[in-house]
């Protein structure tokens, strides 16, 4: 049975800092790509961050590059997200999700990078609450 379970949200002020943890089994751990994707209410679902042992296998979105960092334990199958300065519009329920398509990202016509779209994924967690207070 595949499993992605995350952990580690909570409230925290703006300016703090959260570590999610992803823990994955079921399936080639490291034969995928793993990203964290995050929904705010009324908003659509967005990538955030991926790592994969693949080409173009790291990525951040602009929101997040110099706040947040994606690492990976192989040995424990698990991906940790660590979230510092956080604003009060990260505030979303985080998701991990494992897709087979072992790279992190695509260049698009227009040139530019794009992350792993949700339709490109094949295994969801069950989502953790991130909320970050003014």
């Known amino acids: 049975e595949v499993q992605l379970v995350e952990s580690g949200g909570g409230l925290v002020q703006a300016g703090g800092s959260l570590r999610l943890s992803c823990a994955a089994s079921?399936?080639?751990?490291?034969?995928?790509?793993i990203g964290w994707f995050r929904q705010a209410p009324g908003k659509e679902r967005e990538g955030v961050s991926c790592?994969?042992?693949?080409?173009?296998?790291?990525y951040y979105e602009d929101s997040v590059k110099g706040r947040f960092s994606i690492s990976k334990d192989s040995s424990k199958n698990t991906v940790y997200l660590h979230m510092n300065s956080l604003k009060p519009e990260d505030t979303a329920v985080y998701y991990c999700?494992?897709?087979?398509?072992?790279?992190?990202?695509?260049?698009?016509?227009?040139?530019?990078?794009?992350?792993?779209?949700?339709?490109?994924?094949?295994?969801w967690g069950q989502g953790t609450q991130v909320t970050v207070s003014s």
């Open positions: 999700a494992a897709s087979r398509i072992p790279y992190c990202s695509a260049i698009t016509a227009a040139g530019r990078e794009r992350m792993l779209l949700p339709a490109e994924i094949h295994y």
């Open positions: 079921g399936f080639a751990f490291d034969d995928y790509a």
């Open positions: 790592i994969s042992d693949s080409v173009r296998g790291l």
